[in-house]
């Protein structure tokens, strides 16, 4: 047969393509340039998408919550106009996410967990009478001192288990005086951080309250508030740590018309009973008090208690005499919160020192030290250097002799040379032996140095274990 050519100058005929066939490519062509999409960003993109933290990174930042949570102080300035209403302390040193309103005086928890409150309550004249009450009206702790003396300090401290949202908030009895100065502090440190899952959860904290049990010639202090990590046995009312470190520790001792005089010891595994630190005022009056904190390193399975001497007059108030502790190492957690590992070796410091009639430079040399992790501490010119910028929790329990006067600072030297005043211990009723304590969180930038500084009226004294200064590093800014 003869193939059909097309004549010249004749189009040719178009192929028939069934519309079918037209749908079907264009589906194909539309998944192709679907799958193709994420290769086609531009490099600005892909870097863009490369530097965005992962969800991983978003979960372990949201694990690790602050802990420096509160830190004010101020007039005590009632909200209301008669007794039983709130204390509201404005002047604030650290208020993360403003969890405490200056305005009301209510703190509102910022995330579930066990929180450490600190409340120093001074006055200038008059009855100590205040309160920590969880909303709508659970009472949570006291400070109380009915000397109606001048110059003086009552300090209570305790670990709440607390959820998000709970809210909490002082307030003054009938027969407390208002406060017009910068020494009554309210602190809030979280002991219980969420950790990052490569850090193995050593969390360790109990706070407890009693008076007028004995194991022996032990104090029993069987309420207890506060224990994770089953360290406290309730019926020997001894502490035993589940892990090796440094240990923080304070002890509020509360009587109604008797003596204070109560020793804390520490028990090694395979040994005898060493004395540690000790509550005393020997004033036999109305209700009054006396606290004292201090750190100490113990080895796994050495045990802390507390031992009342001749004399001690055992209360049945049993939510005003409190011991609480806590694992400093687990609460610093540094591996999750600071980035480099040598950086994280650096700051953790942690100190404790005592003494009391050594002076050099206007500083007080407390030149008895228990605790200096990472070296911060100079006992020989009596300041700690803080080696890293953060916040740092500070303690200053101060005791005096019979007739003497408690009247020491607690100051800050800047890098540039400039003193700051941060806080005080002072009494001067001028009662047998007797003692005071406060404490607070400061941000420090590095090389900042924090000093005790005794005024021109202090006694110095020569009871080197019950004048302690103590501090540790809590995270970085």
Not at 135 to 140: F, I, L, S
Not at 226 to 248: C, K, L, R
Not at 435 to 459: C, F, K, Q, W
Request: proline letters at 3%.
């Amino acid at each position: 047969m003869r193939r059909k050519v097309d004549k010249p100058g004749k189009k040719p005929q178009k192929a028939f393509i069934h519309p079918m066939a037209t749908i079907l490519l264009t589906f194909i062509f539309g998944v192709i340039l679907v799958h193709m999409a994420p290769y086609n960003q531009t490099e600005q993109g892909r870097q863009a998408a490369a530097e965005a933290p992962t969800e991983e990174v978003q979960t372990l930042e949201k694990r690790v919550d602050k802990l420096a949570v509160l830190s004010v102080s101020g007039a005590g300035v009632a909200e209301g106009k008669g007794n039983n209403d709130k204390l509201v302390l404005d002047n604030v040193y650290i208020n993360v996410d403003e969890a405490y309103d200056t305005k009301t005086g209510i703190f509102t928890v910022p995330s579930d967990g066990v929180y450490f409150f600190t409340f120093t309550c001074h006055m200038d004249d008059g009855n100590i009478n205040s309160g920590l009450y969880k909303e709508p009206a659970e009472w949570m702790m006291q400070v109380s001192d009915f000397t109606n003396a001048k110059d003086h300090s009552d300090t209570s401290s305790r670990m709440i288990d607390l959820k998000k949202g709970d809210k909490l908030y002082l307030k003054h009895y009938v027969n407390h005086k208002l406060i017009h100065n910068r020494q009554t502090v309210f602190s809030v440190l979280r002991v219980d951080p969420k950790l990052d899952e490569s850090a193995e959860k050593r969390v360790v904290a109990f706070s407890v309250s009693g008076g007028n049990k004995k194991n022996g010639r032990k104090l029993v202090l069987d309420n207890v508030y506060v224990n994770v990590g089953d360290g406290y046995n309730s019926s020997t009312g001894f502490f035993t740590a589940p892990y090796e470190g440094v240990y923080f520790f304070t002890f509020s001792c509360h009587t109604v018309d008797g003596m204070i005089v109560v020793g804390v010891y520490r028990k090694k595994v395979y040994g005898n009973s060493k004395w540690m630190m000790q509550v005393t005022d020997t004033t036999i009056r109305k209700r009054h008090s006396d606290t004292i904190s201090r750190m100490i390193h113990l080895e796994k399975g050495d045990s802390v208690y507390a031992l009342p001497y001749f004399g001690h007059g055992l209360q049945l108030h049993y939510g005003l005499t409190v011991f609480s502790g806590f694992l400093v190492d687990a609460v610093q957690n540094l591996k999750a919160r600071v980035d480099k590992p040598d950086e994280a070796k650096k700051c953790k410091v942690a100190f404790s020192a005592s003494g009391g009639n050594k002076t050099e430079a206007d500083k007080l040399v407390l030149n008895n030290v228990y605790v200096n992790v990472g070296n911060a501490y100079n006992d020989t010119a009596g300041i700690f250097t803080a080696p890293c910028k953060g916040v740092y929790f500070f303690t200053l329990s101060c005791h005096t002799r019979p007739d003497g006067i408690i009247d020491v600072d607690v100051l800050r030297k800047k890098m540039d040379g400039n003193t700051e005043w941060m806080m005080r211990v002072s009494d001067s009723t001028k009662y047998k032996e007797h003692g005071g304590t406060t404490s607070r969180m400061i941000t420090l930038e590095a090389g900042d140095g924090v000093y005790v500084m005794p005024n021109a009226n202090h006694t110095l004294v020569r009871y080197y274990g019950q004048t302690v200064f103590s501090g540790f590093f809590v995270e970085p800014m």
